[in-house]
């Protein structure tokens, strides 16, 4: 695989992945009703925790897409590939 390649994987890493993250934030904003109560059934939380796994766990992915997507990208994209 060239760095050319490599590089172009990275981006389209970092698409799908900001896509995916989104998706997912505007699924819960969306459909706040039917995802709280989705999930208050199959994990027995009440909403304000809820709330606050949701932001922790999109936060916690975000930095994952920055550190192993966009920032090798970045990098990549820097040094002139």
Avoid: D, R
Avoid at 13 to 27: D, E, G
Avoid at 41 to 65: C, D, H, P, T, V
């Amino acid at each position: 695989m060239t760095i050319q390649e490599l590089t172009t994987l990275f981006g389209w890493m970092s698409v799908i992945h900001f896509a995916a993250i989104t998706i997912a934030f505007l699924f819960i904003t969306l459909f706040e009703g039917l995802v709280f109560s989705i999930h208050q059934a199959i994990f027995g939380l009440e909403k304000a925790e809820l709330k606050s796994m949701y932001l922790k766990i999109l936060g916690q992915y975000k930095i994952l897409i920055f550190v192993f997507a966009f920032a090798p990208y970045l990098a990549l994209k820097i040094i002139g590939y």
